[in-house]
């Protein structure tokens, strides 16, 4: 996840939103490092709903750290709302 989120507000000096995530990822109480079984239950998870390959890597490793929710700021119309086995909430407001 870091390597989504923090390159690019590195890159363009966005210090407010870089400070937001590096507190965020300082208070995760579990992280799930990349491994093949990792890639693998990934792929599974992409090849079932139609996900984007960095979404199957999250999804996969939301699941394998048994969270109860996934939060993303996707449109509910997007290939995330059809994982099954986590319950996956926007932040986004419904219209």
Do not use: W
Not at 26 to 37: H, I, K
Request: hydrophobic share 45%.
């Amino acid at each position: 996840m870091r390597l989504e989120l923090l390159p690019k507000p590195i890159c363009y000096g966005n210090d407010s939103e870089r400070l937001f995530y590096e507190t965020f990822f300082a208070s995760v109480e579990q992280l799930v490092r990349a491994s093949s079984l990792l890639v693998e239950a990934a792929e599974r998870e992409a090849e079932a709903v139609g996900l984007s390959a960095m979404d199957a890597l999250h999804i996969a490793a939301a699941k394998h750290a048994a969270c109860d929710d996934f939060v993303t700021a996707e449109k509910p119309t997007k290939p995330l709302f059809r994982v099954t086995g986590i319950q996956v909430t926007t932040i986004r407001p419904l219209a």
